[in-house]
T-cell receptor
């Protein structure tokens, strides 16, 4: 079974803090994704990566950056967290269908 | 413009009835794929079914089938003989473009009534 692990289930951060959300997959997949999920808006793609050190912007990249130094790890970075970045963040990896992590519920206060 | 449109924010269906969840998509790619995911209240994302753009037959997985109408750019999910455990949020998604990114619709919340 594919395992996608997100480092935290719940996080509370202060406005202006730099926040790192980590995601690790154990299946040597090339493609990895970061989404945020908000009520009524579904899942929106923030960034994705199809290889080490390769990254592409998704639909809502503003305020976020990513890092993929190793194939198994894809990090989402909030350079200066803001309250409108309070959300559920989901990491996924895929070959065919996407496999998701358990999600990180981030609250920015 | 939205690439994946799910027009039903919520649905209420009697147990044992069949359910159709609507999904239309927009892409200029010739090669793409369509997915349906279920998200119960626990929050996990559960893959249900996949249809490739070149697949001639509609995909089926147990009680789930995907009604793929390519000319209409429609990929509706059909759940036969609904069960209480089918109550969840359902997302339609599409794989397309550079890097084979997957984009999602806004979802349909399905409530199965006893």
């Amino acid at each position: 079974d594919v395992k996608v692990t997100q480092s935290s289930r719940y996080l509370v951060k202060r406005t202006g803090e730099k926040v790192f959300l980590e995601c690790v997959q154990d299946m040597d997949h090339e493609n990895m994704f970061w989404y945020r999920q908000d009520p009524g808006l579904g899942l929106r793609l923030i960034y994705f990566s199809y290889d080490v050190k390769m990254k592409e912007k998704g639909d809502i990249p503003e305020g976020y950056s990513v890092s993929r130094e190793k194939k198994e790890r894809f990090s989402l970075i909030l350079e200066s967290a803001s309250t409108n970045q309070t959300s559920m963040y989901l990491c996924a990896t895929r070959v065919a269908e996407a496999f998701f992590g358990q999600g990180t519920r981030l609250t920015v206060v | 413009a939205q690439k994946i449109t799910q027009t039903q924010p919520g649905m209420f269906v009697q147990e044992k009835e069949a359910v159709t969840l609507d999904c239309t998509y927009d892409t200029s790619d010739q090669s793409y794929g369509l997915f349906w995911y279920k998200q119960p209240s626990s929050g996990e994302m559960i893959f249900l079914i996949y249809q490739g753009s070149y697949d001639e037959q509609n995909a089926t997985e147990g009680r789930y089938s995907l009604n793929f109408q390519k000319a209409r750019k429609s990929a509706n999910l059909v759940i036969s003989a609904s069960q209480l455990g089918d109550s969840a949020m359902y997302f339609c998604a599409m794989r397309e473009g550079r890097g084979d990114k997957i984009i999602f619709g806004k979802g349909t919340r399905l409530h199965i009534l006893p």
